[in-house]
């Protein structure tokens, strides 16, 4: 017989419950989170850190080559990253913005309406145009006519962390909220 794990232990609401000790906190609704970018803020620093675990694992890696499971979501993580910078900077002229598109050239492309010209707009431009397919990286095929995986064949992962940071930084240099466990370097 298959020993299921039980369900009621997977999510835990905000009702005082004993939690799983190794429980992560999901809730946006702590008082440092007291608008809509404040939250768009603590989710872009999220997955910044989760990328940052996963190229701290594959700095460890010694062979060339055995770090091929984190890849791709090395990959994607950095395109989910970049499109949460770009979407947290577009709140500031505008806090209404609903925040939608996964389309990095234009979400860039509306930021730049914010920042206008500026000298690192073409390494941005290539940047974004690295990672512009990206997201088929979640995927083990081809879909939507993206094929950057096709075409790639290795990532250095510090490398796209030390990019995606930059990235970060200028398009919107916002400080790292009080509901995140570490800040970024």
Not at 98 to 106: S, V
Not at 111 to 136: C, H, N, P, S, Y
Not at 154 to 179: I, K, R
Request: hydrophobic share 40%; proline share 6%; glycine share 6%.
């Amino acid at each position: 017989m298959t020993v299921l794990p039980p369900l009621d232990r997977i999510f835990f609401d905000d009702d005082g419950e004993e939690h799983a000790a190794d429980s992560c906190c999901l809730s946006l609704n702590r008082p440092f989170f007291s608008d809509k970018r404040s939250k768009w803020i603590e989710v872009r620093d999220q997955h910044l850190e989760a990328l940052m675990v996963l190229v701290d694992q594959a700095d460890g890696i010694q062979d060339e080559g055995d770090g091929w499971w984190l890849a791709r979501p090395i990959v994607y993580g950095a395109h989910h990253t970049v499109e949460l910078a770009l979407k947290t900077a577009n709140l500031t002229p505008n806090p209404d913005w609903p925040g939608n598109g996964h389309d990095l050239r234009k979400l860039l492309d509306l930021d730049e309406q914010r920042r206008g010209d500026r000298e690192t707009k073409d390494w941005e431009d290539r940047f974004v145009a690295l990672l512009e397919d990206a997201w088929i990286a979640r995927y083990p095929f081809e879909k939507g006519g993206a094929e950057t995986m096709k075409t790639k064949c290795c990532v250095s992962a510090s490398a796209l962390l030390l990019a995606v940071t930059v990235l970060m930084d200028l398009v919107d240099p916002a400080p790292v909220l009080q509901g995140t466990e570490s800040a970024p370097t």
